[in-house]
Each structure stands twice: as structure tokens, then as C-alpha cells.
């Protein structure tokens, strides 16, 4: 049996610097982002986790693909009817993590969330694969179903519904915005003392600070 107590990494790929540091916290994520993008091509760079709190106060997380970013914040696409969009509603918070662990970095988000507007998930639910578009409509998601075969019915329907015409965005799907009130970056270091800068929000600026490892 593989002991994971007694498994060792010393980091030493890079360092965060806060007097080289961007003023914005945009522009250091965007280009963390693009290398992890052109290093890890065997996985998907914009995977990240997001947590959240259940109406009844019990932490959940998963992994979702991020598809968009800006000054605002990052923004996923669910359905509106799964158990992480009932937590979001009942408490508008939550924390995602970019784990890029063979760039030995970490990206920390935390702030309210928000849906994005209508418009802006029609666009980019139109963007999508035709089959990733017939998924939206067939999944029930997370929902307990009687079989895979059960699964594969509800995708037939759905292309039998549509044909070959377009597929317009289920109302019951749609995208969330984690507003970026609390961004850190984290980048490995040797001995477990890592560097570690926060991007803070106060009013319109951000305050960068330093925490300890």
C-alpha cells in the first residue's frame, strides 16, 4: 500500500514577487492561465473546483469547467435546477481553485455569485457542440435515474424532438458569474514556504498583500 504520508515534492519551478507583482490581479490570472493552457495540454487548463453551502449549511464541491474571465469575475455554466444552483440561490457565495500542480500553482477566487444575463448564455450556449447542447436538454442532473439506458433514451428524445434543426438554450440553463472579490495566487517553494499574494477588493481597487505559507 502507497503510504501518502511519506510521499515528497520539493517545489521549485518559480516565485511571486509582490514588488513585481501586476496591480491587477487580471492580468497576473491571464497569464497563469495561458501557460498552464500551453503546459498542460493533456487536461483542461480552465477545470476548476467550486464550493459552495447548502440551504442547510453543509459545504459541496465539484469540478467545473470555467468559460469565461474578466475584471469581474469567472464565469461556469450548469443547470439551474441542480443542487449547486439551489445552494447559489439559497446563498449567493462561493470559492473556486485552479489547481495547476505541475506549474506547482494554485489560484484562489472567492466572492458573491450571480447569474449572467440571458443574452450571454444564449450566446455562448449556441457556441457549444451540437451533442453538449442535446446534454443539456436531456440530463436531469443529478438526478437519480434507472439506468445508463434510461440516460441514452432521454438524449434520443431530445434529437428526435429537434432534429436536424438548432437547439435553443434550455430555460432551466445558464451561467454563473464568481464575482472576484478575494483572488490569491499561490507558487510553490522550497521547504513549504510558499509565496502566496491575495488580491483583496476594497471599493473599486484591489489591495495586494502577502500571506504567510
Known sequence: MIDPAAMRRSYERGLLDESTAPSSWLTLFTAWFADAVGELTYTEANAMQVATVEPDGRPAVRTVLAKGFGADGVVFYTNYESPKSRALDANPYAAAV??????????????????VD???????????????????WASP??????????????????EQ????????????????????????????????????????REGEAYVIERLAP
Do not use: K, M
Open 161 to 200: 424532438r429537434y432534429g436536424d434543426g438548432p437547439i435553443p438554450a434550455p430555460e432551466h440553463w445558464g451561467g454563473y458569474r464568481i464575482l472576484a472579490q478575494n483572488v490569491e495566487f499561490w507558487q510553490g517553494r522550497q521547504n513549504r514556504l510558499h509565496d502566496r499574494l491575495r488580491y483583496r
Open 141 to 158: 442532473q443529478s438526478s437519480v435515474i434507472a439506468s445508463r439506458a434510461a440516460l441514452d433514451d432521454l438524449q434520443h428524445e431530445v
Open 118 to 136: 440571458r443574452a450571454t448564455t444564449e450566446a455562448y450556449f449556441a457556441s457549444r457542440p451540437r451533442g453538449a447542447q442535446i446534454g443539456a
Open 98 to 115: 485552479f489547481a495547476w500542480v505541475p506549474l506547482e500553482r494554485q489560484v484562489r477566487i472567492s466572492g458573491p455569485v450571480a447569474r
